[in-house]
Every structure is written in structure tokens, then in C-alpha cells.
């Protein structure tokens, strides 16, 4: 960032899904169970929006004991996400279920239930602790969609402060910091746990107790069960999820939070943006952000080169997917 500024006196910050990646704050060594660490690949192609390719006997959730749990981070390409699923998850009759504050008529779907799950259950309510333990003869998958925390935070500033008359960069670095005052669980060197704040979704209903909170928060977000995808990646997280749950080709991509607001178009001072990023340094957000896309390039890698040259990819039904993103069994 400081080099940056020898050329650049500003930085121009969207809140659009499809904005810029950011270099990792600060990263760490994580190792996968079964999978090598290795450097991100990146992969460009045209996505196939037919649909006449769907298996429905292939899709998963497959029956009423299967469920898929979609934790739904803010600020991270979630709306759009959510209508594409729900409108397939409909058209191959999943039950679906909504768990947010209220109840969202809107969405097609009944208000979460734990003694009554649905196949597909979505919400900011959902953690990497939802339906557990698991029900006797029941199974689960998580799915979230982790963006890089710098831009994550700002996106998120201007979601609450959208009188572009007001704004000061005085504040954009307070509300950062005021962040963690009440997610101690994410505080690097706090032996402090918890989190009720707006970044309650990184924490995910808290991550077992080791040495290494970072680390164990990591680990927490890239365990088998759960199936990382990538804001800065959408289009490739969204084709991965389709192929691990057999749903085919996804449509067309559409961005359904786009605001028209002006002050989702800030000028951004880069001593601003270095104050943040030391703030984020400090917390375990740039950790799991790093292991959570690291292994979605890992499980994106692997599946592209299985489907390369099957017309319908058979992953979703495979060892090999089963072993990439193992559900939950009751027990």
C-alpha cells in the first residue's frame, strides 16, 4: 500500500461483488487433511448457461435426511447467491428454509425449523455448528462465501453509511476497529471469545479451542464438511458448487444488491487503507481468508480437471467428491 501511494493519491472502493481482489493482510501456513498446499491456480472460460444438462437423480440434497446449510455472509455476493439457489433448488424439489431475524416470504421458502429441517437451509443465522450434532441417519454440507476482509469491511462501512455527506475516513477506520470490540474471538492475541458484532459470520459459531486461535480458526472454515467459495472467484464458485451437488450448468449470473447510491463509490485515502489493513492484521480474518480460498483453489482445481471432457461431470456422485467435501453423518 505505501508504494502504491508514491503513484496513486487515492483508491476507488466498490461494493459490487465483482470488485478487485486484495493481497492477503497477513498469511500462514495451513496445511489441508488430504490435501497439498500449493500456490492458487486461476482458471478463465465461458460459462454454459443451458440447462439441458441437469440430472435431477444425481442432485444433492437427494433426500429429506441430506442437508445442505449455506451460511450467508454479508457483503459477500450473497443476495444474488441465494436467488440462483433457491430458484434451482425449487426447480429439482428441495424443501427449502430461510434463517435470518424474520421470516422472508418473498424468498419462496418456510422459517428455519431444527426439529424440521429443510434440505436447503440459508440465512445469516447459519454457522458451521447448525444442526448439530447430527440427527441419527441425517447428513449435512456447509457452504459460505468468504471476500478478502479489506474490501469485505469497507463494502460493509458503506452499507450502513450511505450519506455520502457524512462520510469521513475518520469514521471509516473507527467502525473497523469498533469491529472486534465485541468479537474478542477473533482478536489474535485475546484469550477473549465470542463475537457479537457484524463479523459474526467469520467467526461461525466459534472454532475449538487451541493454542493457535487463528489457526483453529482456519481450520474451522476448511474442514472436509464445509465447501469454501470465493467472492473474488464468483463465477468459479459458483460452477463448483453446481458440479459438487450435480445441479449442472448454473445460469446466467446476475448481482441482484447492486446500489445506485453514491457513496458505494468512495474515495478512499491509501493511508486510510493501510490503517484498516493493520487493524485486519491483528484479527484472524486474513487467516481464514487464505485457507478458505486456498482450498477452494485446491477442490476448483481438481474438479475442473475431472469434468474436463464428462458431459454431465459425474463428481457430485463420485468417490472423489464424496472425499472432497464429506458430509456429516449422524450416529
Not at 459477500?76 to 424443501?95: H, L, P, V
Not at 467469520?202 to 482456519?218: H, I, L, Q, R, V
Amino acid at each position: 500500500l505505501l508504494r502504491l501511494a508514491i503513484h496513486l493519491p487515492l483508491l476507488i472502493i466498490s461494493a459490487d461483488h465483482s470488485a478487485g481482489d486484495v493481497a492477503p493482510l497477513h498469511a500462514k501456513n495451513i496445511t489441508f487433511v488430504g490435501c497439498p498446499v500449493g500456490s492458487a491456480v486461476h482458471c478463465s472460460r465461458q460459462l454454459d448457461i443451458s440447462s439441458a444438462s441437469r440430472e435431477v437423480d444425481s442432485s444433492w440434497p437427494l433426500t429429506s435426511r441430506q442437508h445442505l446449510l449455506i451460511q450467508h455472509m454479508p457483503k459477500s455476493g450473497g443476495t444474488s447467491f441465494r436467488k440462483m439457489i433457491f430458484q434451482d433448488a425449487s426447480r429439482y424439489g428441495k424443501t427449502l428454509q430461510t434463517h435470518y431475524g424474520k421470516l422472508q416470504p418473498e424468498l419462496g421458502a418456510s422459517k428455519f425449523d431444527a426439529k424440521h429441517p429443510a434440505q436447503v437451509i440459508m440465512g445469516h443465522g447459519v454457522n458451521f455448528h447448525t444442526l448439530q450434532p447430527v440427527a441419527l441417519g441425517s447428513s449435512v454440507r456447509y457452504v459460505t462465501m468468504v471476500r478478502s476482509p479489506l474490501p469485505w469491511s469497507l463494502s460493509l462501512y458503506l452499507h450502513f453509511h450511505r450519506n455520502v455527506e457524512t462520510h469521513t475516513d475518520k469514521k471509516l477506520v473507527e467502525f473497523v476497529r469498533g469491529l472486534f470490540t465485541h468479537c474478542k474471538g477473533l482478536e489474535r492475541d485475546s484469550t477473549g471469545t465470542g463475537c457479537a458484532s457484524q463479523v459474526y459470520a467469520w467467526y461461525s459459531g466459534g472454532a475449538p479451542d487451541m493454542p493457535d486461535k487463528c489457526e483453529s480458526a482456519a481450520s474451522f472454515f476448511t474442514h472436509p464438511s464445509r465447501l469454501p467459495l470465493v467472492n473474488e472467484r464468483y463465477e468459479e464458485s459458483i460452477w463448483l458448487l453446481y458440479q459438487m451437488l450435480g445441479w449442472g450448468s448454473p445460469p446466467a449470473l446476475e448481482h441482484m444488491n447492486t446500489r445506485q447510491n453514491a457513496a458505494y463509490d468512495q474515495h478512499i485515502l491509501l493511508r486510510t487503507m493501510s490503517s484498516i489493513a493493520d487493524i485486519l492484521a491483528d484479527s484472524c480474518l486474513p487467516d481464514i481468508y487464505d485457507a478458505a480460498r486456498e482450498r477452494f483453489e485446491h477442490v476448483y482445481r481438481i474438479v475442473r480437471t475431472h469434468c474436463t471432457d464428462r458431459e454431465p461431470c459425474d463428481v457430485a456422485t463420485s468417490k472423489l467428491g464424496h472425499d472432497l467435501w464429506t458430509p456429516l453423518q449422524g450416529g
